[in-house]
């Protein structure tokens, strides 16, 4: 068996890597007025340029600019949508221990897609990329987008702007067409939707709490999957979309936990993705099991490395993980990364640059073992 030539690849990534010290030193510099913006990106650029010689070197064949330029992995993308804006809130998200910052993207108007600044940062990636290697670009999925604006601190304010849910859900399949038209005008042939929203679908208490309110989550996810699929149907044929589940991943900690059997039948079954990536690397994510509902010849990359802290993983375990989970979906039709990114928000995970790369280099030396070079 040999090394996969399409997106994803057989050793791979999620996206975000730890924001070197120079970039937050810049970020800081920025902020008290020692230096411009114009400035700070030059630094990033040249970071960027770093990283992704970092990555090739590797052997990674799609490659990220590390979402160096964005403080979350998901309210920056938002933010730059039009009818959007940052917007604070009484208190963080409450992870495992630790409390996020208290930020939120909330609506001011009709949401749509235009100059988003994520285009300028992507074009910058696709010129500096080696040959012969793909640059993905990766930001959060219009069901992430909806359940944000819909939280309950934004619900009352989205509701203000679009009273009627339909019109609703079609601006924003719509801005988000036309995000993926943009970035594919712009030469990217790879788009990573990031939904932990299906995590949340998947958490315990979150389930009861809903049960208690009387809200059908059944409903809800077939609802999520049809919005996603409207997005999905005018695609390109040479536009690869794949999607990332994870429960959190902020400071090496995390906030939901279930393995994905409430949402597998629809999410795996249904979503017009091509790949899932999908966590794998704790007692929290469940068993391999509701991997029999993946349909068609989707591609599923096990993130059974974990990217919220530094000890390697046992390269027999890791084997023997992957051979379990291909009783439920083909070997060759199975990839391995992280489970998440190592630096999902601008904090990063307890780890080092120095271990980030040793994980990667693990997952490369795992993946020749079991497919080949």
Known sequence: MTMTQTVPFRNDIVGSFLRPNRIKDAREAVKESKLTPEELRTIENQEIEKLVEKQAAAGLQSVTDGEFRRSWWHLDFMWGLDGVEKRATE?????????????????????DFSAHPFLKDFQFLQSIVPEGIMARQAFPSAVQFLYEITKPHNIENTK??????????????????????????????????DEVVWAVLCDKDYRENAADEGIDL??????YVALNNRILADKPDDLTVTTHVCRGNYRSTWH????YDPVSEELFGNENVDAYYLEFDSDRAGGFEPLQYVSGDKKVVLGLVTSKRPELEKEENVIARIHEASQYVPLNRLCLSPQCGFSSTEEGNELTDEDQWKKLHLIKSISEKVWGK
């Open 91 to 111: 208190s963080g998200l409450k992870f495992n221990g630790i409390e996020t910052r208290n930020e939120t993207a909330s609506i001011t108007g009709k949401i």
């Open 160 to 193: 203000k702007h679009y009273p009627n849910k339909e019109e609703l859900y079609d601006d924003v399949v719509q801005a988000y067409k036309k995000a993926f038209q943009a970035f594919y005008d712009a030469g990217c042939r790879n788009i990573q939707m």
């Open 218 to 223: 059944e409903k809800r996810a077939k609802e």
């Open 256 to 259: 939901y936990s279930g393995g």
